[in-house]
């Protein structure tokens, strides 16, 4: 559909194909520009690499890398062999799928709205106050919601009660757990999220619109066919990338939120690996439960990326 | 946008739209303004009255006590300097390898691609990654702030991607008028992509603002902390965290007032929420205007 | 395309190659230790006003010992090297100090990281001596084993034999411990609620309950609503002792580990534990306790005796003091303060039903200050490090620390500290520096002036020392314990807080003790009780 077409493709024979020296010799530049962000990768991101094997030992700070002692598939053999795992499992991709559902088209859909909007100061201001939440600190939202949704005199309760009789105890029911997760989750970062759309809206092309409308399309359809079409791809990207991270859960939020009365719903891996830190000394175990999320982050992105290749997408490559 | 092209103003859609959007705006803010109103309140009234919109006993003692030591002013310097220079080492690194890799016919391309992905998923950690740190002697530099993370690899390859979509039909013009790779990223492919670069911009700028793992991490000098580092701490101190309740035996370490907790968290969002008008325009710009047909 | 498996191939030799190249690279930088600081080793002689330890060979000063201290700060504000306390130190202790503040929020961390890198201080404060990554760098030979010299300085020596096995490893003491109150914990309460209702102070547990049952029922801030209830529990860390831990000593169960017939016993499987949580339902049942106490907040849970909601809270008893100082600011605020009456009082705890009061203890102590054996490479050096820490248990230098300079940062009046109220300047030149007073044998600093309540409460910590139940396993490090502890703690701790909220009832927790048993429990109870015979 676009980008510029592979010269191979088009070649019948090897001969017309350029030579390797030559091509490095036309792209020279690029391969200047690629120079420092692959140095920063090499550096930064692939020497520091082999603390991936630290999941196969014991390690102790103070001895180092060399003197801990190999354990193996140790870590792993504990991490499944857990009686919990299945229930950490469920909790983490509930979770995740949850997210998924709901918040991840929150904020397609407030990009959307506020690209219909027409008065330029009210855009701007709804863009500004909605960016807000992004960056109080989770700390502070638990003790919002915790006087929010409190038995004890908060308002949501007190509502509940005035109008019939009964209070309902949010924050230790395990049933509504997962919605406050999600509802805490959109009101803090459906604004921020709204950004990259807008982006991409913004790069939409005016004629488009006008075309459109000499067709004689209404709104509903200008957005259908023009409007959605246009951030497919950043939707696309932005849903293969989450899927890497299917089994993370925003550990902050949810260990503000765990008490023992809905652990049964609330412990996810990354709560789960937290508490273990505390007896354990986190290194090896962490890195081990890593190490397995980010090897299902894997399968998750490959699968997504193929599919979307399927569907004609541009996908990640 | 095409505002001009839409049918007439005012239909339930339009009217429904507006009124949703501005509750959830409020419902956004009023949290916030909450906050601000508390840090110009005293511990007491916080205390009695829990939330409020205008306090009662108006006073101005957080801020002063926040600001009678340069601490917390040094620190607002130090995180300004690592947002800003930071942020520009990011643009610098991310935007030049999305350049390179937005371009198919590149040789080698997917195996760099492959291993970017790759550090997207599986990392070192935090104790490798200090000990590159340290064997590169920038510990308790502010280098150690603003190099380690210089690309976002998501980041990096959502501007590949946008750079994709930049018409071919342009380079193949420019080209022809004997226009070099970099002046093509330079001249053409960067001033069309502004709103995403804006965008990534804001994010980079916001991600060195909120951050505070790294300077726990790797500054040792205390005059170097950025502000989100002594922001947290303050938070924090108040919350009780669990665990720590046992350091604060009570005569040693009295937990701050409520009221200078929210001045901490005022101070500390602000200036980073000042950013984004500034950045506004940028976000709006139609951006092709026709430049290429077909 | 069949590119993609050249390609997938081409990948792979370049990570592995990477892999290998950074893992030799890591290997040689993994855990070198590069010296921390060079102090001066000079044989025998003392600093000037040191005490008593070698024999003074000759008279010739000594050169200022040069120390890097690393300890946890608190607030934003922090001492600098060369604040004036800080000087008044280091002249007193012909020392050239550095402070190494780090926020106390991620000093596990930074610990950890210091660890790995090998650059330790001279003095590293140790937030938890049974990490295991410190008990692995202390088995390793990273810390000096200080117990041997102990003995040979004056106030060191006069460490609590308890303490310092609470804070081994392995029996060895590998750092100084920081002492704190043992007998910390007890109940503080609204006295004026208690004169309101005409009770005396609880003697018993039927007291207690009689005390809530009143603070309920009886309207004691007398402004006509039945908005208050009797006690405040808040969600359970488990490590400073919360309410419930407390309150269980009272019915004679054990603090963690009982003894019966010589062996060690968990303390839910013993029927006073049971009784205790029983009560704890009844108190939760009847609405004498706050019944969100599983999620409230633990920043704000002095709010509600503050506010004139509840009455009681069962915790450390300095709690009371700062409890009153609010009430005081509220009230001042509202005009309404009687700043020399004290609304809260404190007791140690209540009887049980054999008349005996049982007090639970704290550790003892909270940290340890270790000596690396990177930074200090001598033992010339490590006496002269002794002697520095020795030293900060003088009485002038306790006082140094804790409160600063006479006549900058406090003044005297018969004897007490009057603080200055320039609390920006005590932040920064003072507070945090008594992050280093180990307190060993005791607090013989100034004080403020104290107020009768605050005279009550350290009375009431030094006289429930006699009645403190220790844990016997306290300085036990259990394998198992490190591989599924918190996972075990979970299911006694979600059990006995179902069971208060009536989630599940008695079957259901036995239901628990026996999982609990299954899953790792019975090697952990092996195991300790492996650990404890080895101890007899």
């Excluded at chain 2, 006073?59 to 300004?80: D, M, P, Q, R, W």
């Excluded at chain 2, 371009?103 to 790759?118: D, K, P």
């Excluded at chain 2, 502000?227 to 350091?247: E, K, P, T, W, Y």
């Amino acid at each position: 559909m676009n980008g510029v077409t592979e010269l191979k493709g088009l070649q019948p024979s090897k001969s017309y194909r350029p030579s390797v020296m030559s091509r490095l010799k036309r792209d020279r530049w690029l391969y200047i520009l690629l120079l420092p962000g692959l140095l920063y990768f090499l550096i930064f991101k692939y020497v520091p690499m082999w603390g991936v094997l630290l999941a196969f030992k014991n390690y102790q700070p103070y001895s180092g890398f060399i003197k801990s002692a190999w354990v193996g598939i140790d870590h792993f053999r504990l991490f499944f062999s857990n009686p919990e795992f299945y229930m950490l499992l469920r909790n983490t991709l509930l979770l995740s799928f949850y997210n998924l559902l709901f918040f991840f088209p929150a904020p397609i859909i407030l990009a959307l709205l506020l690209n219909e909007v027409r008065i330029m100061l009210f855009k701007r201001a709804v863009q500004t106050m909605i960016y807000v939440p992004h960056f109080i600190s989770m700390v502070i939202v638990a003790s919002m919601t915790y006087l929010f949704l409190t038995t004890n005199g908060g308002p949501v309760n007190e509502l509940l009660f005035s109008y019939t009789g009964n209070k309902i105890e949010f924050l230790a029911s395990p049933d509504w757990f997962r919605p406050i997760i999600i509802l805490q989750t959109i009101w803090k970062e459906c604004g921020w999220g709204t950004i990259i759309f807008l982006a991409a809206l913004a790069s939409v092309d005016v004629e488009q619109y006008e075309a459109a409308i000499m067709d004689g399309a209404n709104r509903w359809r200008q957005m259908w066919h023009i409007t959605l079409p246009s951030i497919r791809s950043t939707i696309i990207i932005l849903l293969i990338l989450r899927l890497g991270n299917v089994l993370e859960n925003g550990f902050e939020q949810i260990y503000l939120l765990l008490n023992p009365l809905n652990r049964s719903v609330a412990e996810v891996f990354d709560t789960y690996v937290y508490f273990m830190g505390i007896t354990q000394g986190a290194f090896s175990y962490s890195t081990a439960v890593g190490l397995f999320k980010s090897v299902v982050g894997v399968i998750f992105v490959v699968g997504a990326n193929y599919l979307a290749k399927r569907f004609g997408q541009s996908g990640l490559y | 946008m095409a505002k001009t092209y839409r049918t007439v103003p005012g239909t339930v859609f339009d009217v429904s739209n507006y009124i949703f959007l501005t509750l959830f705006a409020l419902a956004a803010v009023v949290p916030f303004i909450f906050i601000i109103s508390g840090s110009f309140a005293t511990d007491a009234e916080i205390t009695k009255r829990a939330v409020f919109l205008i306090p009662k006993t108006f006073t101005l003692a957080a801020y002063e006590f926040i600001f009678s030591t340069s601490t917390v002013s040094k620190s607002i310097g130090v995180s300004i300097y690592i947002t800003v220079v930071g942020t520009v080492i990011n643009l610098f690194f991310t935007i030049t390898m999305a350049y390179a890799l937005a371009r198919r016919s590149l040789m080698g391309r997917n195996v760099v691609l492959n291993m970017v992905i790759f550090t997207m998923l599986f990392s070192g950690g935090m104790i490798p990654t200090y000990l590159v740190i340290r064997e590169l002697h920038l510990l308790d530099t502010y280098w150690a702030l603003m190099l380690p993370g210089a690309i976002s690899a998501f980041n990096l390859i959502i501007i590949k991607n946008f750079f994709q979509e930049l018409p071919p039909g342009l380079e193949e013009a420019a080209k022809i008028d004997g226009c070099s790779e970099i002046g093509l990223l330079w001249r053409i492919a960067l001033p069309l992509s502004m709103p995403v670069i804006a965008t990534f911009t804001l994010f980079y700028a916001v991600g060195h603002w909120n951050d505070f793992f790294a300077s726990l991490l790797y500054i040792n000098d205390p005059t170097k902390w950025p502000l989100q580092v002594l922001l947290r701490q303050i938070v924090l101190l108040s919350q009780a965290a669990a665990g720590d309740l046992s350091m604060m035996d009570p005569d040693f370490v009295k937990p701050p007032d409520q009221s200078i907790k929210m001045a901490v968290i005022v101070v500390g969002t602000v200036p980073i929420l000042c950013v984004y008008p500034f950045l506004q325009k940028h976000f709006a710009k139609g951006v092709l205007l026709g430049s290429v047909k077909g | 395309m069949h590119q993609s498996r050249k390609r997938m191939k081409r990948l792979t030799a370049l990570l592995l190659t990477f892999v290998m190249s950074a893992a030799m690279l890591a290997a040689c930088s993994g855990s070198g230790s590069s010296g921390g600081n060079s102090g001066n080793t000079n044989k025998n002689t003392e600093p000037p006003a040191a005490s008593t330890n070698a024999p003074a060979e000759t008279e010739k000063p000594l050169d200022p010992l040069k120390i890097n201290i690393m300890l946890p700060i608190f607030k934003t504000n922090y001492p600098k090297d060369d604040s004036p306390v800080a000087a008044e130190l280091e002249k007193l202790t012909n020392t050239d100090i550095h402070f190494e503040w780090v926020p106390n929020a991620s000093y596990t961390d930074k610990f950890n990281i210091t660890l790995a890198s090998g650059k330790l201080p001279t003095i590293i404060y140790v937030p938890d001596v049974k990490s295991p990554s410190f008990v692995n760098a202390a088995k390793d030979g990273a810390f000096w084993e200080i117990g041997p010299y102990l003995k040979d300085y004056k106030n060191l020596s006069g460490a609590n034999e308890v303490i310092l096995n609470n804070s081994s490893v392995d029996g060895k003491n590998y750092g100084i411990y920081r002492g704190r109150n043992l007998a910390r914990n007890g109940i503080y309460f609204r006295q004026d609620w208690l004169d309101q209702v005409g009770l005396p102070v609880p003697e018993t547990i039927d007291d207690f309950y009689n005390m809530l049952k009143a603070f309920k029922e009886q309207d004691p801030d007398q402004n006509g609503k039945p908005d208050t209830y009797g006690m405040v529990l808040v969600k359970w860390t488990g490590q400073w002792a919360s309410g419930f831990d407390v309150m269980k000593l009272w019915f004679g169960a054990p603090n963690k580990w009982g003894v019966k017939d010589g062996s060690l016993v968990p303390e839910f499987q013993t029927e006073e534990y049971m009784e205790a949580l029983r009560f704890m339902k009844k108190l939760y049942d009847e609405k004498l306790i706050n019944q969100d106490f599983a999620i409230m907040d633990s920043g704000i849970w002095t709010d509600p005796i503050v506010n004139n909601q509840a009455g009681v809270i069962v915790d450390v008893v300095d709690g009371a003091a700062r409890v009153d100082d609010r009430i005081h600011a509220a009230l001042a605020a509202e005009g309404k303060d009687q700043p020399d009456v004290h609304y809260m009082n404190v007791t140690g705890g209540v009887k049980g039903a054999d008349g005996q009061l049982r007090v639970l203890p704290t550790s003892g102590f909270a940290g340890m200050l270790a000596i690396p054996k990177s930074a200090v490479k001598t033992e010339e050096e490590l006496k002269r490090v002794l002697t520095f820490i020795d030293q900060l248990s003088e009485p002038e230098l306790q006082t140094l620390l804790n409160f600063g300079i006479e006549g900058t940062h406090y003044t005297l009046e018969d004897d007490y500290i009057v603080r200055n109220t320039d609390t920006v300047l005590i932040e920064s030149e003072v507070e945090g520096l008594n992050q280093m007073l180990t307190f060993i044998p005791q607090d013989m600093a100034k004080t403020v002036k104290q107020t009768p309540l605050r005279i009550k409460q350290t009375e009431l910590m030094l006289e429930n020392i006699q009645y403190i139940v220790g844990n016997p396993a306290e300085p036990f490090i259990s394998q198992v314990y490190t591989e599924k502890g918190a996972q075990l703690d979970n299911i006694i701790n979600d059990a006995r807080i179902k069971f208060i909220v009536g989630q599940t009832d008695e079957a259901g927790f036995k239901a628990a003790v026996d999982l609990w048993l299954k899953s790792g429990g019975t090697d952990l109870v092996n195991e300790m009780n492996q650990l404890y015979a080895a101890t007899k």
